[in-house]
Every structure is written in structure tokens, then in C-alpha cells.
């Protein structure tokens, strides 16, 4: 039987008082689905997933496994529905800065326990997609946009919490060679029986893209969002 993850109820976010950016948002995600989420630009899309990630206020409801993000704790929920932005250069400091932080979260003590405090494996997974060990110790600013998507993609997969990955154009900096290193390489993942992904939301202006990795197709607008018949491959 299919495991419902998230359920998305009536959900609204608001541009201003007199004004929501969208409306009656309503969707579940189940185990297996790679959801990609289309729209016009300015339509609302990387709104949702902050929203969906607790980083924005919203109206509605949304529950992880039946349950509220508050009653997790926002901090461990978020651990497991991990939102990944497509610009994570704003950040400060280097990358290896950015993964001890995390890593050193109270939400985050049950996997430094299972890697003993090592924090090797997103360091790897960054290697194999191109990355050299030394650009971790370089500042965010530093970084090609290439760079930055391949290290932040490799940290929300690396520390091995995540249940859905809520990815905001992951790939769109990356060559047609990296960007498919880093597609299979997810949905390998969510296949493994050893890793704990197993959804995946994903924004992608590339229709290719989105027929490689999409299992379901959600659009958005102002009134909403309704799912669209898969796209095959002509």
C-alpha cells in the first residue's frame, strides 16, 4: 500500500491584506511520487515550498504523516522535509560552515550518532558529482552557481534525514551531464531501501527535466493548483 507523506489542505499565502499570491491549494504526496510543479513565473511556485517548509506564514493546513509540523517540533520537522533553495550562495560563511551548523542541531543528534559526529558522506556525494573537497572550505560567494547547486543538493541528501526533498530548480546552473548525474543519482535514492528519501517536490522550468524525473505534474496559479496527465515522451 502507497504511504501518504504530506496532505496539503486549503492552503493560502498572502501577498498582502487585500491580496493572496495563491489560494485553495489542495494535494497529497505519496511515497514514490517525484511531483513537479509547474506555473508562469511569479506564480507562486518557491512560495509553496516555503510554505511547505515552514519558512512562510500560510493559511490551511498541512500535516506530515498525519500529523502538524508543530507537533514534530519545526526544527525535526524540517529535518525531514528539506527545503533545498535554488540560490544557496546567499548564505554566509563557507559550505563546510554551513554543515557543521546543521549537523549540530539538537534535531540533527540521531544522524551524527549514526555517522559518529562524521560528517564525510555529503562531502562524497558532492565528489562524485565534480566537487573537490577544497571548494567546501570556500565562501558561497566564491562559488559558481554550478558549484553551489551540486554542494547544497549534496548536503540534503548527505546527512541522510530527509524523507521528501523540496528541490527549487536544483539543476538549473549544471551542464546536461552534471544535471543527470544529480537526477539519477535522487531517484536512486528514493529506490534504495537504505535511504530514508522517499518524495520528492521539484521545480523545473525544463520540460525534458521534468519528463526524466516527474511522476506526477502539479500546476499552480492564483486559484489554486489541479494535476495534469503525465507528460510522455514523444
Known sequence: ?????????????????????????????NEGDIIVLQGKSGCGKTTLMKCIAHLNVYEGQILFRGRSPKSYGIPNYRTQIFYVPQRP????????DFLTTIASFQSRKE????AGGDLIYPIEVAEAWGIDEELWDRNWSNLSGGESQRIALATAVGLNTAEVLLLDEPTSALDPTSSAQVERFITDEMRSAES????????????????????RFLRISASGCYEEPRILEA
Open 111 to 114: 544522524y551524527s550518532k549514526a
Open 1 to 29: 500500500m502507497v504511504e501518504k507523506l504530506l496532505e496539503l489542505c486549503d492552503i493560502a499565502c498572502a501577498k498582502n491584506k487585500d491580496e493572496n499570491i495563491f489560494s485553495s491549494v489542495n494535494f497529497d504526496v
Open 89 to 96: 550562495s546567499l548564505l554566509p560563511g563557507t559550505p563546510r
Open 196 to 215: 530514508p528519501l522517499k518524495a520528492a517536490i521539484w521545480i523545473t522550468h525544463s520540460e525534458e527535466q521534468g519528463r526524466r524525473v516527474g511522476t
